[in-house]
Each structure stands twice: as C-alpha cells, then as structure tokens.
C-alpha cells in the first residue's frame, strides 16, 4: 500500500514539474524541411515579453518573444482576457497552451485552454528587433524568424503596387515594399493591420527604417514562401539612419 502511496505521489510531482517546465519558444518554432512543425499538438509552457497589442477584437491574438524566438498567441472568443489579464507591450508572461499550426498560413500558435493558463509576472524590457534583409522574405528554410520582432533598413514603397496605403479602418495584405530604391529588386510584403493604429495615420515620407512582426501567410504545405511584415503601430516607422562615410573623414 506504501507504494502504491509513494508511485501516486512521484507521479503527481511529475505531472505538476512538467507543467511548469519553461521551454524555450524555438523549440516550438522548430521545423522539418517543408516548414511543417516538429512538436505540432504537444502542450507546453512558455515566458515571454508581449511584444504587440492584441490584433483581433473577435478573439485572443498576440505576439510573445522570448530570448529565442517569438510566437503568436490565438484563442478563438477570447479577446477580453487581454485586457482581464492586464496585458500590454511589454508585459512578461507566462503561458501554457497547445502547439497547433495554422494550416492557412503556415504560423506557429499556441492556444491556451483557460484565462487561467495566462500568468502576468510583471513588466519586462522589450526584445531589440533582429536585424533582417529583403533576402529573408523570400522564399527558403527562415522558419526560426516567424513570430519574432525584426528590422529593415532603408525601406521604400515599391513601383511593383500591389495595395496602396489603406484608408482608417482597413487592411492593407500586399504593400510592395523594396530595398535601396522604389524599382530595387526583390520586393517583399508589408501587411497593414486595421487593428493597429497604422491605417489611421497618413503613408510615411520613403524610405523608412521599419520595425515589425515576422510572420507567414502560406496557404499549404510545404510552407516555405509568402513571408512578410506586420508593423505593431505607426511609430514603427523611424527614419534612416544615415551610413557615414569614413574615407571624407
């Protein structure tokens, strides 16, 4: 009977210490060659800063990174336990949820099941944005950037329109963006989200240095193209930053 007693208790414990286990947010960003995620399904409990505000006033959706990597966060009519949780930018979170894998983009998510699966641990500095180039928004293996928070430098609208800036209240899925000059190739794509307060200000004066989200909108496997960016808000845009030339110096 004592070990019966005994077996019961260890196997608690273990249940309890994997629940609280962290793990880092790359591991769930981990994939095979066609972009398809390794753990898909399993259950796992991440720390992170908030790194936007939530972006669907129909349901829980917003972006957490971590020293590794960055993740989005959906759960379906569950918007409210943004603002019950007293989330914001830069909040520090802790949050345990079910890996799934948006089959009509390719993007990494993780669901909690409950509110209470949501833990506010205070404030924390914001992630300093990786550095990217156009390259890394086309296609290709750049499954590990997906969720995080990213910068490119020197950024101009493209002359290859697709979408135009939006009006307040609009999206905006394919603004052509391009590097060094409005006719530089590649292109890639900027996504303009209603939800932030970008549609409600006027097109920035180009180029622009912009800040944004990495994300994915592939419509089927393998997913390995169709990567762009979604700036959090209009103070993403900042102006370049002049490269002095030493060799007049």
Same mark, same amino acid.
């Given at each position: 009977?004592?070990?019966?007693?005994?077996?019961?208790?260890?196997?608690?414990?273990?249940? +309890?210490?994997?629940?609280?286990?962290?793990?880092?947010?790359?591991?769930?960003?981990?994939?095979?060659?066609?972009?398809?995620?390794?753990?898909?399904?399993?259950?796992?409990?991440?720390?992170?800063?908030?790194?936007?505000?939530?972006?669907?006033?129909?349901?829980?959706?917003?972006?957490?990174?971590?020293?590794?990597?960055?993740?989005?966060?959906?759960?379906?009519?569950?918007?409210?336990?943004?603002?019950?949780?007293?989330?914001?930018?830069?909040?520090?979170?802790?949050?345990?949820?079910?890996?799934?894998?948006?089959?009509?983009?390719?993007?990494?998510?993780?669901?909690?099941?409950?509110?209470?699966?949501?833990?506010?641990?205070?404030?924390?500095?914001?992630?300093?944005?990786?550095?990217?180039?156009?390259?890394?928004?086309?296609?290709?293996?750049?499954?590990?950037?997906?969720?995080?928070?990213?910068?490119?430098?020197?950024?101009?609208?493209?002359?290859?329109?697709?979408?135009?800036?939006?009006?307040?209240?609009?999206?905006?899925?394919?603004?052509?963006?391009?590097?060094?000059?409005?006719?530089?190739?590649?292109?890639?794509?900027?996504?303009?989200?209603?939800?932030?307060? +970008?549609?409600?200000?006027?097109?920035?004066?180009?180029?622009?240095?912009?800040?944004?989200?990495?994300?994915?909108?592939?419509?089927?496997?393998?997913?390995?193209?169709?990567?762009?960016?979604?700036?959090?808000?209009?103070?993403?845009?900042?102006?370049?930053?002049?490269?002095?030339?030493?060799?007049?110096?």
């Amino acid at each position: 009977m004592k070990k019966r007693i005994i077996l019961i208790a260890i196997m608690i414990l273990c249940s +309890v210490s994997g629940f609280s286990q962290i793990t880092n947010i790359s591991v769930l960003n981990e994939s095979d060659s066609n972009g398809v995620l390794t753990h898909i399904n399993s259950y796992y409990t991440i720390r992170g800063v908030v790194t936007t505000i939530n972006l669907d006033p129909g349901r829980l959706q917003f972006y957490v990174q971590d020293a590794t990597g960055g993740i989005l966060l959906d759960k379906a009519a569950s918007s409210g336990w943004y603002t019950s949780k007293n989330l914001a930018v830069g909040s520090d979170v802790t949050i345990y949820g079910q890996l799934i894998q948006y089959t009509g983009s390719g993007m990494p998510e993780l669901t909690p099941t409950a509110e209470s699966d949501i833990t506010k641990n205070g404030t924390a500095a914001l992630p300093t944005p990786q550095t990217i180039t156009i390259s890394d928004l086309g296609d290709g293996d750049h499954f590990a950037l997906r969720g995080k928070l990213v910068r490119l430098l020197n950024v101009y609208k493209s002359t290859a329109v697709v979408d135009t800036w939006p009006t307040s209240g609009n999206n905006a899925n394919n603004f052509i963006i391009a590097v060094g000059s409005v006719s530089a190739t590649p292109t890639g794509i900027m996504r303009i989200d209603k939800d932030t307060d +970008v549609d409600d200000n006027p097109e920035p004066t180009w180029p622009k240095d912009v800040t944004a989200i990495y994300i994915q909108y592939d419509a089927s496997s393998p997913y390995t193209s169709t990567y762009e960016l979604t700036p959090r808000a209009i103070s993403d845009f900042i102006a370049v930053t002049p490269v002095r030339d030493w060799a007049f110096y």
